[in-house]
């Protein structure tokens, strides 16, 4: 069982950068599953989940209309669109998977203690 966090990189400010989080050894099916980041000197926050369905997403206010998360229940895929990135950006950027096929966003912001698999990590850098 394993996720498995890509996509990361440098870019410079304004611009874009695609997350993608790989299940492997089981289906993302029965999962919500969210993307965290965590900064040096920070505590590791949710930036965006979805629910098992893909109906129901939570996004941080600072990153609305930025961040697009999605998701490919087929291919076991979660996505971070990340568009018009900023230096705050910056930091190493987990996904996670929580068991939970009734999770929804409406009124819920994500814990970390509530996901079960956590992904390795990915760098983004925004700099100029």
């Known amino acids: 069982v394993q996720l498995q966090a890509s996509g990361g990189g440098l870019v410079k400010p304004g611009g874009s950068l695609r997350l993608s989080c790989a299940a492997s050894?089981?289906?993302?099916?029965?999962?919500?599953v969210g993307w965290f980041r965590e900064a040096p000197g920070k505590a590791r926050e949710a930036v965006s989940c979805?629910?098992?369905?893909?109906?129901?997403?939570y996004t941080k206010e600072s990153v609305k209309g930025r961040f697009t998360i999605s998701r490919d229940n087929v291919k076991s895929t979660v996505y971070l669109q990340m568009n018009s990135l900023k230096p705050e950006d910056t930091a190493v950027y987990y996904c996670?998977?929580?068991?939970?096929?009734?999770?929804?966003?409406?009124?819920?912001?994500?814990?970390?203690?509530?996901?079960?698999?956590w992904g390795q990590g990915t760098q983004v850098t925004v700099s100029s």
């Open positions: 996670a998977a929580e068991m939970n096929p009734h999770r929804e966003y409406d009124d819920h912001i994500p814990l970390t203690s509530e996901f079960d698999y």
């Open positions: 050894g089981f289906t993302l099916d029965d999962y919500a």
């Open positions: 979805v629910s098992s369905s893909g109906d129901s997403t």
